[in-house]
T-cell receptor, first 115, second 119 residues
Framework: QQQVKQSPQSLIVQKGGISIINCAYE??????FPWYQQFPGKGPALLIA?????SEKKEGRFTISFNKSAKQFSLHIMDSQPGDSATYFC??????????????FGTGTRLQVTL | DTEVTQTPKHLVMGMTNKKSLKCEQH?????MYWYKQKAKKPPELMFV???????INESVPSRFSPECPNSSLLNLHLHALQPEDSALYLC??????????????????FGPGTRLTVL
């Protein structure tokens, strides 16, 4: 029940295309859903995040769509660029034992944007 | 400033060595985290400190020993590691929900990591 399932495992998109990555969760206690972008040899960087009271959030070329009833959320990257080539992790958060949150990560998607 | 710093960037150690990883943040965050990340895998949570107290230990072997000397610093002491412990070790910090951050306390900021190789 703690898992977050992410697909696809890898994705190749042409420059200018739309990249779509999907995630699904089971635990209804999750109440915060961030996406992280990670380049090789670097730490994950927060890209965009959403809460269950909103169905969509857009920041520039990045959009999260959230379907609470289906327990699914997805990341859309519009006008994909070669610089977007990275590994993307979805995650879900809930309050941990104590005042800090506890993140559960998806398995990751390696995105390659070709010229 | 949303930066979490980690030192060293790279570390090579033998199985009998004792070494420490360091993490620092000056964002006033009162929650700090250690993660372990193997190649092509997501980060795995190891430890969580809240208000300088250990609140989560994800059943990590005792050869890893965390320490939080103050609200800005987090250390991970390493002793008698095994080659399978080689990985990228990530530190993160966040506000806490009970410090007025509300659900915004969920935003974790990661450092660049320490690449650890155990020979």
């Amino acid at each position: 029940q703690q898992q977050v399932k992410q697909s696809p495992q890898s994705l190749i998109v042409q420059k200018g295309g739309i990249s779509i990555i999907n995630c699904a969760y089971e635990n209804t206690a999750f109440d915060y859903f961030p996406w992280y972008q990670q380049f090789p040899g670097k730490g994950p960087a927060l890209l965009i995040a959403i809460r269950p009271d909103v169905s969509e959030k857009k920041e520039g070329r990045f959009t999260i769509s959230f379907n609470k009833s289906a327990k699914q959320f997805s990341l859309h990257i519009m006008d994909s660029q070669p610089g977007d080539s990275a590994t993307y992790f979805c995650a879900a958060s809930r309050l941990g034992p104590g005042p800090a949150s506890k993140l559960t990560f998806g398995t990751g998607t390696r995105l390659q944007v070709t010229l | 400033d949303t930066e979490v710093t980690q030192t060293p960037k790279h570390l090579v150690m033998g199985m009998t060595n004792k070494k420490s990883l360091k993490c620092e943040q000056h964002m006033g965050h009162r929650a700090m985290y250690w993660y372990k990340q193997k190649a092509k895998k997501p980060p795995e949570l190891m430890f969580v400190y809240s208000y300088e107290k250990l609140s989560i230990n994800e059943s990590v072997p005792s050869r890893f020993s965390p320490e939080c000397p103050n609200s800005s610093l987090l250390n991970l002491h390493l002793h008698a590691l095994q080659p399978e412990d080689s990985a990228l070790y990530l530190c993160a910090s966040s506000p806490t929900r009970t410090s007025g951050g509300g659900p915004a306390g969920d935003t974790q900021y990661f450092g660049p990591g320490t690449r650890l190789t155990v020979l």
